[in-house]
Nanobody
Framework: QLQLVESGGGLVQPGGSLRLSCAGS????????VSWFRQVPGKEREGAAC????????NYGHFVEGRFTISRDNAKNTVSLQMNSLKPDDTAVYYC?????????????????????RGKGTLVTVSS
């Protein structure tokens, strides 16, 4: 079964850090653009970060403000999201999704449209 599996969520205090991981199961993430989205109940899903299939392009949501870093480790078949200086407003379910590079190897999708695979999400709670 082809799927994405997220891990690394949890409870963290404001100002703390978490590292989320997205693993490909049954397929290799190498060759896919991978994105992290987040969603709060009652709000639209928004793009947090993305990395192109080549790894040469990355992009971040406006709210990131230099606090997050996305990276891919093809040897481990994972894409990670390092989140620092977390704020209570970062509380959300974080999802990863993967897409074939239909617009080129530097394409970096920041909208959850037409993605080929999606994980079930991992909850991040930022609270004191």
């Amino acid at each position: 079964q082809l799927q994405l599996v997220e891990s690394g969520g949890g409870l963290v205090q404001p100002g703390g850090s978490l590292r989320l991981s997205c693993a490909g199961s049954g397929f290799t993430l190498d060759g896919y653009a991978v994105s992290w989205f987040r969603q709060v109940p009652g709000k639209e899903r928004e793009g947090a970060a993305c990395v192109s299939s080549s790894g040469l392009s990355t992009n971040y949501g406006h709210f990131v403000e230099g606090r997050f870093t996305i990276s891919r480790d093809n040897a481990k078949n994972t894409v990670s999201l390092q989140m620092n200086s977390l704020k209570p407003d970062d509380t959300a379910v974080y999802y990863c999704a993967a897409a074939e590079p239909r617009y080129g190897t530097t394409w970096c999708p920041m909208f959850d449209l037409g993605m080929d695979y999606r994980g079930k999400g991992t909850l991040v709670t930022v609270s004191s």
